[in-house]
């Protein structure tokens, strides 16, 4: 029996993303607050579709919208870790990446009752340590890296990438890592981003990012029996009403085309079960 499951997965950074480059000035802020109206948005959408998903919270966002994290814990919605500050790991000491880990963590105790059993770097850039950390703080996957599109594995830890040397790979942990992709993100495709120097257009239609998310799925139906793929999004950017309806049609098409709905935590336990 074919089996293809999609996780729809939503990155609630709120003000935390902005305030982790220094952009603390009133409209960046305000930005990252529509966040918020996004987000109630995004938690009726799924209650009318009956879709569990994953929602990647940083401690930040916890404490700053305590009312907007519980609307969306107590719809039943796997409330997961995503750093307590939006500062991706490669730019902590191992120290500071810890303390982030045990702080945010607490947050999501607070809200839920339980650790997270999901992490997801911020700006998905992991350290050399947070395969290891992960492992020693009790968490089942991570969902950072983009190794596959389809297929979720075991991330390694001691990897050790040096110029003028071939690669040479550490073992592969007990940690389920669960893929991601840039294309399959609405931040890049979507929000226009100026800083210094640096100006990410975005703003791109989402007719068209509709049909590649679909086609990525479509595509996974044609050479996989099983498979999972996963949509990011942030309720600051997805939250607007042409996305929201680019979102709303997306769902309707998985759903029409067989697609599984799936938190992330039931993805990877399912993986895991099959022996892999
Ligand atoms: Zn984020």
């Not at 409330?79 to 303390?99: C, D, K, S």
């Not at 105790?109 to 998905?124: C, E, H, K, N």
Request: net charge negative.
């Amino acid at each position: 029996m074919a089996r293809h499951i999609v996780c729809l997965t939503f990155d609630f950074d709120a003000l935390s993303g902005f305030i982790a480059r220094g952009l603390t000035s009133p409209t960046p802020i305000s930005r990252g607050e529509f966040g918020v109206v996004g987000a109630e948005r995004i938690v009726a959408l799924l209650q009318r579709h009956g879709i569990r998903a994953t929602w990647f919270i940083p401690g930040h966002t916890i404490e700053t919208y305590p009312d907007a994290c519980r609307a969306v814990a107590e719809t039943g919605h796997e409330i997961a870790h995503h750093g307590w500050t939006h500062v991706p790991p490669a730019n902590l000491t191992r120290e500071q990446e810890e303390a982030g880990l045990v702080r945010g963590n607490a947050a999501i105790r607070r809200l839920t009752g339980q650790d997270a059993r999901g992490y997801r770097s911020p700006s998905w850039d992991l350290s050399p340590h947070t395969v290891e950390l992960l492992l020693q703080h009790g968490f089942l996957y991570d969902s950072s890296m983009m190794g596959h599109d389809y297929l979720p594995y075991r991330a390694r830890s001691g990897d050790r990438m040096a110029l003028e040397e071939k690669a040479s790979f550490g073992a592969p942990t007990r940690l389920i890592e669960m893929p991601i992709s840039w294309s399959l993100d609405d931040h890049p495709h979507f929000e226009y981003f100026r800083s210094d120097g640096i100006t990410l257009p975005g703003l791109r239609p989402a007719a068209g990012v509709l049909e590649n998310w679909f086609d990525d799925f479509d595509y996974m139906t044609r050479i996989a029996n099983w498979g999972v793929i996963t949509y990011t999004c942030h309720p600051y950017v997805i939250g607007r009403g042409h996305r929201m309806l680019m979102l709303e049609r997306l769902i309707e098409r998985l759903a029409a085309r067989g697609a599984v709905f799936a938190a992330m935590e039931d993805a990877a336990r399912e993986w895991a079960a099959q022996g892999a």
